[in-house]
């Protein structure tokens, strides 16, 4: 995994490195200025000698801005640098990459890194870098760097558009990774805090006028192939609002996140869609014999119904390919996808209801209409109106903060609108399902429409559920309602309250008030624990190297003298990624990877020592080997027996168990969380 992620960051930067400079012409002072930026800050080895660069100018905040690109590679691109530095600023990101294998488990514990860290803050971005705080519970745990995020604090006030991420490496203690955003505003006229309102009335008027959503959601689990809806409060606010904490009232945030398309509109994800239909297109007797047992809708009549209801697929646009597919979650739901010159479609081949269409074909995108957002979003409605209109009468409009404009690559213009709509039911919005619009501002085309509409499903009641105030409660025991800086309307910074980002996405069970998953299921903390119970323990030290690394048992006491159990030892050793899966679903990777065999799954048993070289042992992939006790001389002094001779002495050879004080295997004897810690960390140093 950790070479795949490499080779992705090489082609990102080479691609980077191909992109045109958008200058007129290459100013070779500001060139060699930005370079030198560069090198005051980070070490660009002398063997990485392929060096390209690009530049780009815009406006911000009423004054033009030049960022240059910088990367430095190796000829054969199995290493490189990458930069962009602000001309006559400072650096705003970089990143290093390389495809070398790192083995074992990193020396560098989080507290060396954020030492590294804070010194290269205050090398990179010494205007801001005093004034900078580390987040909680930021640093990733399944991956071979630390990574710290940091925000920055004017009058004692978070900036929340201003974030900075730093990355080091577990291994080798360097800074690998930095990034820098929200920095261009003019921090010097930020709000003074005279005149806030208090928390209580930040509450107040939060319940009033922006409310806490009640919302019911959807999980399709892909292993179990089942469908589970579930109602919940979000501590997002879906229309993008804020309390304004000088005035009281609800403000609209900032809309700073725009999709850019160049000529096109959405035509790569279309031509993307066209060559998966052609691939994945059924032969003509298969499609006979699903129309024959199904009694579907024609190929040809799909294709009249997208024809008629998008206009903008014209009789001069040939149909190019067809596919009938049955739907992964609605398994009585039949989709012809259908690829034409320069469009896309999806019609229901039981109702032959149009689904969706994406058109990318050049005149989409030409004229000189100039069609405002208000007639767009009319226009959008009729369209639904005329193509599903039970549906868009149960369906209710919200103003996205985010994607609902797209913008021109090359100057930043308005070139469509997006309109978003969720389907309503008992009252509550239902998240995932409803409609999305596209309008093109030149040609007035709807360019894009999709309806999201599971048939046939069951919506638990909302009867009994607690207050809104309760619900605003549990968020707040968490993720803190705060004052704090943000952009709000047209861009101008405010203080605000609101909940913090970083804690504030999560759903509360509007049973109980207690938190929940994505998935519907009670919360799973992934963060890192903090053990108060290891001090001077005989394991601490490897406990620790384990923890910094991402090995864990959940718990804010790791009870090291406690008898660990199959399936935590097994979480234990597989804790990068056990956390997705449930128990079910857990054991059927073990199995899948041959750690556990039919027959020995015991998920509460007390682990064995002999079953725990077992299992690492296959864990290293010496399964097969150590199948074979004939090969093997017993190296303890107390007897093996045979089916574990094998895995006893391969553990003993790599040092990962080698018994006791008297040379015994002792391989009866039950495992305590500390041993496994221990197996575990002489483990993971051989892998």
């Known amino acids: 995994m950790k070479k795949l992620v490499s080779i992705f960051v090489a082609i990102s930067l080479i691609l980077t490195a191909a992109i045109p400079a958008f200058a007129e012409e290459t100013d070779s002072k500001d060139l060699e200025q930005a370079i030198t930026q560069v090198k005051n800050v980070i070490t660009i080895p002398s063997d990485y000698k392929d060096f390209q660069y690009n530049s780009n100018q815009y406006e911000e905040n009423g004054k033009q801005v030049s960022v240059w690109y910088l990367s430095w590679n190796k000829s054969d691109y199995s290493a490189g640098i990458s930069a962009s530095v602000?001309?006559?600023?400072?650096?705003?990101?970089?990143?290093?990459?390389?495809?070398?294998?790192?083995?074992?488990?990193?020396?560098?514990?989080?507290?060396?890194?954020?030492?590294?860290?804070?010194?290269?803050?205050?090398?990179?971005?010494?205007?801001?870098?005093?004034?900078?705080?580390?987040m909680e519970n930021t640093d990733y745990s399944n991956t071979d760097r630390h990574y710290f995020k940091y925000k920055l604090y004017k009058n004692d006030v978070v900036v929340?558009?201003?974030?900075?991420?730093?990355?080091?490496?577990?291994?080798?203690?360097?800074?690998?990774?930095?990034?820098?955003?929200?920095?261009?505003?003019?921090?010097?006229?930020?709000?003074?805090?005279?005149?806030v309102i208090d928390l209580d009335a930040a509450k107040k008027a939060y319940l009033e006028k922006i409310n806490v959503a009640l919302s019911y959601y959807s999980h399709f689990d892909y292993n179990k192939k089942t469908l589970t809806i579930f109602p919940a409060y979000s501590g997002t606010n879906p229309e993008g609002k804020?309390?304004?904490?000088?005035?009281?009232?609800?403000?609209?945030?900032?809309?700073?996140?725009?999709?850019?398309?160049?000529?096109?509109?959405?035509?790569?994800?279309?031509?993307?869609?066209?060559?998966?239909?052609?691939?994945?297109?059924?032969?003509?007797?298969e499609l006979a014999a699903v129309e024959s047992v199904s009694g579907l809708i024609s190929k040809d009549k799909a294709e009249s119904i997208l024809r008629d209801a998008a206009s903008g697929i014209t009789s001069s646009m040939k149909m190019l390919s067809a596919s009938l597919s049955k739907n992964y979650i609605e398994h009585d739901k039949y989709l012809w996808e259908i690829g034409f010159d320069g469009a896309y479609g999806v019609v229901n081949?039981?109702?032959?209801?149009?689904?969706?269409?994406?058109?990318?074909?050049?005149?989409?995108?030409?004229?000189?209409?100039?069609?405002?957002?208000a007639k767009a979003k009319e226009k959008a409605e009729a369209f639904m109106k005329k193509l599903a209109s039970e549906k868009f009468e149960q369906s209710r409009f919200y103003e996205s903060p985010q994607n609902r404009l797209y913008k021109s690559i090359s100057d930043d213009s308005i070139t469509e609108y997006s309109f978003n709509y969720y389907r309503q039911v008992n009252g509550i919005d239902f998240v995932g399902n409803g409609f999305t619009v596209i309008v093109n501002k030149a040609s007035g085309m709807i360019t894009h429409y999709d309806c999201s509409?599971?048939?046939?499903?069951?919506?638990?009641?909302?009867?009994?559920?607690?207050?809104?105030?309760?619900?605003?409660?549990?968020?707040?025991?968490?993720?803190?309602?705060?004052?704090?800086?943000?952009?709000?309307?047209?861009?101008e910074i405010a203080l605000v309250y609101d909940f913090t980002y970083s804690t504030g996405n999560f759903l509360i069970d509007p049973a109980n008030g207690s938190r929940l998953g994505w998935d519907g299921k009670p919360y799973k903390d992934t963060s890192l624990p903090e053990y108060t119970d290891i001090k001077g323990h005989w394991a601490e030290a490897n406990i620790n190297k384990l923890l910094e690394n991402g090995y864990y048992?959940?718990?804010?006491?790791?009870?090291?003298?406690?008898?660990?159990?199959?399936?935590?030892?097994?979480?234990?050793?597989?804790?990068?990624?056990?956390?997705?899966?449930?128990?079910?679903?857990?054991?059927?990777?073990?199995?899948?990877?041959?750690?556990?065999?039919?027959?020995?799954?015991?998920?509460a048993a007390i682990l064995s020592r002999q079953d725990a070289a077992k299992f690492v042992v296959r864990f290293l992939g010496q399964g097969k080997t150590a199948e074979?006790?004939?090969?093997?001389?017993?190296?303890?002094?107390?007897?093996?027996?045979?089916?574990?001779?094998?895995?006893?002495?391969?553990?003993?050879?790599?040092?990962?168990?080698?018994?006791?004080?008297?040379?015994?295997?002792?391989?009866?004897?039950?495992?305590?969380?500390?041993?496994?810690?221990?197996?575990?960390?002489?483990?993971?140093?051989?892998k």
Not at 174 to 181: E, H, L, T, Y
Not at 251 to 257: E, Q, R, T, W
Not at 473 to 481: G, I, L, P, V
Not at 656 to 678: C, H, L, P, S
């Open 86 to 134: 602000e001309n006559g600023g400072y650096l705003i990101n970089f990143n290093t990459y390389s495809d070398q294998q790192k083995e074992g488990l990193g020396k560098v514990t989080r507290e060396a890194g954020l030492k590294t860290a804070a010194a290269f803050l205050a090398k990179a971005r010494p205007d801001i870098a005093a004034d900078l705080r580390l």
């Open 160 to 195: 929340y558009f201003v974030e900075v991420g730093v990355e080091v490496d577990k291994y080798t203690g360097k800074v690998i990774g930095f990034n820098c955003q929200g920095t261009g505003e003019d921090m010097t006229k930020l709000p003074s805090t005279d005149g």
């Open 242 to 285: 804020v309390i304004d904490a000088k005035t009281g009232e609800a403000v609209a945030l900032y809309n700073d996140y725009f999709n850019y398309y160049g000529m096109g509109g959405m035509g790569g994800f279309a031509k993307t869609a066209d060559s998966a239909v052609a691939e994945n297109a059924m032969t003509k007797e």
């Open 349 to 373: 081949a039981k109702t032959g209801e149009v689904t969706s269409f994406y058109i990318y074909n050049v005149d989409s995108s030409k004229g000189n209409v100039g069609i405002s957002e």
């Open 453 to 491: 509409w599971y048939e046939g499903i069951t919506f638990p009641s909302i009867d009994k559920v607690i207050s809104e105030e309760k619900a605003y409660d549990a968020f707040n025991t968490t993720a803190k309602m705060d004052l704090m800086y943000k952009k709000v309307r047209d861009g």
């Open 553 to 603: 048992l959940q718990g804010e006491k790791f009870n090291p003298n406690l008898k660990i159990n199959q399936l935590s030892f097994l979480r234990y050793l597989y804790s990068p990624i056990q956390m997705y899966y449930d128990d079910e679903e857990f054991y059927k990777l073990l199995g899948n990877d041959k750690i556990v065999k039919d027959g020995e799954k015991a998920p």
């Open 628 to 686: 074979h006790p004939e090969i093997f001389i017993n190296p303890f002094k107390d007897r093996v027996t045979d089916s574990y001779k094998g895995y006893a002495a391969i553990c003993y050879g790599l040092k990962i168990m080698q018994g006791d004080k008297n040379g015994r295997f002792n391989g009866v004897n039950q495992v305590t969380n500390a041993e496994a810690a221990t197996i575990i960390y002489n483990t993971l140093q051989v």
